[in-house]
């Protein structure tokens, strides 16, 4: 006689479970981008004070964000969403030029938040927890525009197109010489479209 081992029933999904835990996750999300708003407080972002905001226990916030770097990308995910459809990492020259004057105009629509993604720690670390992410991104829009474009020129060129779609061009446009979102996106495109096209002329 065998000692059979009793099989595992298999998990049960609940659509109801699914769609609570979302919307609580996007709460959380919305709390911690309410919180980024004008703050100087290094200290802001922090696990209790986002539950205290969300309304929610801060284990609920530990479920749905285990670790900081995690609640860091779920803030940076409710941004975008504020920012419009569509807006996210560009890993190709098409999606570069398709999300481009977007971005800008979205910029305008989050201003303190994105202000004080730049200005603040709390933001500058939200910012540095996609820096990898980043980079990827842009150097393989490089190596599209110029594949064998040598490691150093290919850094430099990755580091300059990501500058000209990114908010610190946005803020500088804004605050020294009066641009909106729409006008920074056009001045920053312009920029872009050279910078490519003297990419591809590379032997």
């Known amino acids: 006689m065998t000692n059979a081992k009793p099989s595992r029933k298999p998990r049960y999904r609940s659509p109801l479970r699914e769609e609570q835990a979302a919307r609580t996750r996007d709460r959380i999300e919305k709390a911690a981008a309410d919180l980024i708003d004008g703050s100087q407080d290094a200290e802001a972002i922090t696990f209790k004070a986002v539950a205290e905001r969300a309304g929610v226990t801060e284990m609920t916030v530990y479920r749905h964000f285990p670790t900081r770097d995690d609640l860091l990308r779920g803030l940076w995910r ?36 994105i202000l004080a993604s730049i200005t603040t720690a709390p933001g500058r670390e939200m910012r540095a927890a996609l820096n990898e992410r980043r980079r990827r991104a842009f150097r393989a829009i490089v190596d599209e525009a110029a594949p064998d474009l040598k490691p150093d020129a290919r850094t430099r060129a990755a580091a300059v197109l990501q500058l000209l779609h990114s908010a610190h061009a946005w803020m500088s446009l804004r605050e020294q010489w009066g641009m909106d979102g729409r006008e920074a996106g056009a001045a920053t495109r312009w920029a872009i479209d050279i910078l490519l096209h003297q990419l591809r002329k590379k032997p």
């Open 78 to 113: 409710q941004i975008n969403a504020r920012m419009g459809a569509g807006i996210g990492m560009p890993g190709n020259i098409e999606t570069l030029f398709a999300q481009h004057d977007p971005l800008f105009a979205g910029f305008d629509k989050v201003a303190p938040q």
